[in-house]
Nanobody
Framework: QVQVVESGGGLVEAGGSLKLSCTASGLTSTDYVLGWFRQAPGKEREEVSCINWANTITHYNYYVKGRFSVVRGNAKNTLFLQMNNLTPEDTAIYYC??????????????????WGKGIQVTISS
């Protein structure tokens, strides 16, 4: 049974930073993908950033590129999202997700197999 758990959300002022953490336990494949997604009120869930099992391929949403960094932990089932220079537009529920095998939609909400419950990130202006 795969379980995905996020932590680290909260409230910060614009221009500040936050670091999110995720642990995905129970993954047994050797070509999985881990990623971060977010959903703002009234909007569809969108990808933030994803990384493959070998740490060789990453993807960033256009609006976070250069401000956010996705990093795998020493334990390969852990994932971090360092978010810098945050803006009110980054306010959303952030989800960690896992895809069992590399393939189509590898960094799209529709392609992910397992989801965490999500954590709130709020940026004040």
């Amino acid at each position: 049974q795969v379980q995905v758990v996020e932590s680290g959300g909260g409230l910060v002022e614009a221009g500040g930073s936050l670091k999110l953490s995720c642990t995905a336990s129970g993954l047994t494949s050797t070509d999985y993908v881990l990623g971060w997604f977010r959903q703002a009120p009234g909007k569809e869930r969108e990808e933030v950033s994803c990384i493959n099992w070998a740490n060789t391929i990453t993807h960033y949403n256009y609006y976070v590129k250069g401000r956010f960094s996705v990093v795998r932990g020493n334990a390969k089932n852990t994932l971090f999202l360092q978010m810098n220079n945050l803006t009110p537009e980054d306010t959303a529920i952030y989800y960690c997700a896992a895809k069992s095998h590399w393939g189509d939609d590898w960094c799209a909400p529709v392609g992910m197999d397992y989801w965490g419950k999500g954590i709130q990130v709020t940026i004040s202006s």
